[in-house]
């Protein structure tokens, strides 16, 4: 199991990731990531950055049945 201080190294390492690339590469289960990141957003030193579904076909991303699932999430270090 990974800890805070290896999610921010990583983070600092690669730039920024999504929760999922985080929770592979440091072999930990995604809601713990979740609850990481959450923290180190709450502490200020990481931000999350919202991807627009510039890749949308239809354009109706608000009312597809997948909910947002176009919709990508990075995060990265203040």
């Given amino acids: 199991m990974a800890s805070i201080i290896e ?3 990583l983070l600092a390492l ?3 990731m999504e929760a ?4 592979l590469r ?3 289960p995604q809601p713990l990531i ?6 180190l957003e709450a502490m200020g030193r990481a ?9 949308c076909l239809s354009g109706s991303c608000k009312s597809c049945p997948e909910g947002k ?3 990508r999430e990075w ?4």
């Fill in 7 to 9: 999610v921010r190294d």
């Fill in 14 to 16: 690669q730039g920024r």
């Fill in 20 to 23: 999922k690339q985080l929770s």
């Fill in 26 to 28: 440091l072999r930990t």
């Fill in 34 to 39: 979740d609850a990481m990141l959450a923290r």
């Fill in 47 to 55: 931000v999350r950055i919202q991807e627009d579904a510039d890749g």
């Fill in 69 to 71: 699932a176009c919709l």
């Fill in 75 to 78: 995060w990265a270090l203040r």
